[in-house]
């Protein structure tokens, strides 16, 4: 009986052991699971994180908008704006693939994906705000007049009622034209240089356009022009971006403020405009 009672006791010890090394491995094992799913779920984080940005964007531009975006005379596009993507996506990382359109087709083509990123003196307004994103402004304009240099009768924005005032197809100026200068006409064209000749050849009274095409139009052409009036309704450019797309939005702004810490932007500036005025 003794010797049974040895037997039972022992077998049980044995049992109990048993269950105990079980247990101990199963909770090795349930902690080298979880160290390993929380390693995975890192690896997948930081993986994507560092594929947020694509390789390349598709950037459009105007055709026609000097000096912000042109073709020059080798054939290839340049202009601040130009120079300014190109060291934004450098700095940034991406490459860009750059096409250019009119200027109407810009804001539509971000609409529908054809385009990634749109640089061409876009002026930043509540309505297109939107359907397209923004980045922080790069450049401060406003609207200026032009006349041709014989005409003195035109002085101001209410000098502008009841003429025939030419400018872009799609711009700000334009509506501008139509909510504040009464009875006057907004003859648009689709290339910038056909406005300008509008006034020259009499067609139309003005051009009332983004001041710092109007200036740099005249300081080039001969001064057949001359700029009058104020600067009316001053506005931001920025650069913009297909809905959706917050990662591009903040490394394109995060690429502006480097470029305006470190002078590259001051640089590109001047080659343009010359020395900024304090």
Do not use: H
């Not at 390349?56 to 596009?77: A, I, N, Q, R």
């Not at 359109?101 to 003196?121: C, E």
């Not at 490394?251 to 080659?271: C, R, S």
């Amino acid at each position: 009986m003794e010797g049974s009672k040895w037997k039972l006791t022992a077998t049980l010890l044995v049992s109990l052991m048993f269950v105990l090394f079980l247990a101990a491995c199963g909770g090795g094992e349930t902690t080298s699971s979880n160290e390993g799913e929380e390693a995975n779920n890192t690896g997948e984080e930081a993986s994507s994180n560092e594929s947020e940005l694509e390789d390349t964007y598709t950037v459009v531009s105007d055709t026609s908008f000097v000096p912000f975006e042109f073709k020059g005379e080798d054939g290839e596009y340049t202009g601040f704006d130009i120079e300014l993507i190109k060291a934004i996506a450098e700095e940034a990382g991406f490459e860009i693939n750059l096409e250019t359109t009119n200027f109407d087709g810009v804001i539509p083509g971000l609409q529908t994906g054809q385009f990634d990123i749109a640089i061409a003196g876009i002026s930043i307004t509540e309505d297109r705000k939107q359907v397209i994103d923004y980045s922080d402004p790069y450049y401060e304009s406003g609207l200026q007049i032009g006349v041709a240099k014989d005409n003195d009768e035109i002085q101001s924005i209410e000098d502008l009622e009841g003429k025939i005032v030419a400018t872009r197809m799609g711009s700000t100026s334009s509506q501008f034209i139509k909510d504040n200068i009464d009875g006057a006409e907004s003859k648009e064209y689709e290339q910038l240089d056909q406005a300008y000749l509008a006034v020259e050849n009499g067609s139309a009274d003005a051009i009332l356009y983004d001041a710092p095409n109007v200036n740099y139009y005249i300081n080039t052409t001969g001064e057949k022009l001359k700029a009058v009036g104020e600067l009316y309704q001053a506005e931001d450019y920025g650069i913009a971006v297909t809905k959706g797309k917050e990662e591009l939005v903040t490394a394109i702004n995060d690429a502006l403020a480097t470029l305006k810490e470190n002078g590259t932007y001051d640089e590109i500036y001047e080659t343009w405009f010359g020395a900024k005025q304090e």
